[in-house]
């Protein structure tokens, strides 16, 4: 993926400088460049060409939500949150926005109404295997533990090897002192990734980057 994400800095980098693309397809540059900044970890440069591509294309909803990732991983929940919330006011149907929001939220503290967006997730997108994880850790926090199981089993059943979703039942199962149960779901845990580490504190929250457009770096620009 880093060898991908070079060629992608390399070939963007060298369209900005060559000029003369007209602004929508300069937008789709910078935002590729942004998208590869991304995949090497370096946020403040990918915010940068996000916010270039997002004033040559203000209603770009995608790069409104990858740039709410980079502020995301950044620590900086609640700007994140001001673009997913721009994101989702430009495309009202946009399920991966509305769950990347309800991680922001959640990170912040507010997990009511993190759940209410990953509940808008799951109703947009009923296959969003994450959304459920996600939601289950919510309601986890929220001491409301068989419903946090509830939407662990149906992440798992759309996804058996969603190792997540395992490590996250049987904290829930130890939580309903269920030990025979959690017991089952941790040996899961560690069969799919015997690495995944402490499988019983591990709980991260990904957020969700639309992907890069893959413009033609060969071509001239016109």
Known sequence: MDGDADISLAGCSAVIQAGGRDAASL???????????????????????????????????????????????????????????????RKPGYAEAFYNRGI???????????????????????DFVEAFNNRGVAYHVK????????????????????????????LAYLKKLQYDRANLDFNQTIRLNKDYGNALVNRDLGAVEAPARRLSWAASPP
């Open 27 to 89: 937008a789709d540059v910078y935002y590729d460049r942004g998208v590869a900044y991304a995949h090497k970890s370096r946020y403040d440069e990918s915010i940068q060409d996000y916010d270039q591509a997002i004033h040559l294309s203000p209603d770009d909803a995608q790069a409104l939500n990858n740039r709410g990732v980079a502020y995301t991983h950044e620590g900086r929940n609640d700007r994140a949150i001001q673009d997913y919330d721009q994101a989702i006011e």
């Open 104 to 126: 922001a939220h959640h990170r912040s503290g507010d997990i009511d109404l993190a759940i209410q967006d990953y509940d808008q997730a799951i109703r947009l997108k009923p």
């Open 143 to 170: 001491h409301q533990y068989d419903r946090a199981i509830d939407d662990y089993d149906q992440a798992i059943r759309m996804k058996p090897d969603l190792v997540e979703a395992f490590n996250n039942r049987c």
